[in-house]
């Protein structure tokens, strides 16, 4: 009996302290927030959300639902978090440079990272890998075979990272590896899978997607999208592309939970103070980035703007630069350099 007090003694109390700490925010949500993943469950994007989400749970003393609605390059989940009323409970998350070029390839319209509050976590890097029963040891020989034969490639689709790192490696052979086709999955696990499965030859995914089936010997990785090797425990050291490809530009791929503009201003102050408290030295985030292969770069307002803008420059103005924008950068706030 005296067991069972104790029990409920300390239930209480447990239950007491939490409402007090979430009574130190502004803003008390009463009912759940739902954060829309705009991919398929297991890509880079679901997993890293359903280790923020318990976070920011825990914190606010709301629940808080990791919602996947994957299609089209990610657009489709995204919109429908633009669309749903602006009060606060529906959020977002992806990729920073997704969200801030959609409007640039026409899959949203009028949309730009203007129509957000931003709370990054963590960096990625797309990284090449092969299937392991493949006969391409090094990223140079898998160029190789891009420019005389035919490569299948596995990506989330041209607006995904993978997408877009396939396209950058294009680029930057001047656009010879006519042998080079990709071919497009609701989200980067499917499109890992693929890879691992043998379905297609490689993919360009990112890293955060890929290094389970690399430890586990069905995947070889042969270059990661970066000027640093790679460095993973139970993975050898993977070569940055900038081995094969010296003036390859890289630039870090943001990714966060994203509020739409709109909401109650209390909702900002809360998150921001949120992140400041709980997020910006998580444990759990930083465990998940050294297990990974993801960099741990937490940041919230002004501050997460100014890191993401030079990927989001990068990505806007490769799409002119590679025929895929159907509206100028420029009349959504971007100067592209040489303009």
Known sequence: ?????VIALLATTCLIAGS????????QPDRPINIIVPWSAGGSTDQVTRVVAPIIEEALGTEVVVVNQPGASGSTGTKAALDAPRDGYTWTANAIANNATYAITGLIEDTSIDDYHIYLHVANAPLVSVNADTSYEDFGALLEAMESGEVTVGTAGINSSGGMALAAIREAAEGELPGARMITYDGGNPAVIAAASGEVNATTQLAVEQTEMVRAGRLRALAVLSDTPLEVEG???VPPITEFMPDFE???????????????????????????????????????ANERGAMFAPSYGDAAREVAMPVVISEACARVTRGEAVLDPSEIGIDCPGS
Do not use: C, N
């Open 1 to 5: 009996m005296r067991t069972r007090k």
């Open 20 to 27: 007090a700490a979430a009574q130190d925010y502004s803003w």
């Open 235 to 237: 993975i050898d050291p």
């Open 250 to 288: 890289v630039a870090a791929d943001y990714f966060g939970v994203f509020i739409p503009t709109g909401a109650p201003q209390e909702v900002y102050d809360t998150m921001d103070q949120i992140w400041q408290d709980h997020v910006m030295e998580a444990q759990a985030l930083k465990d998940y």
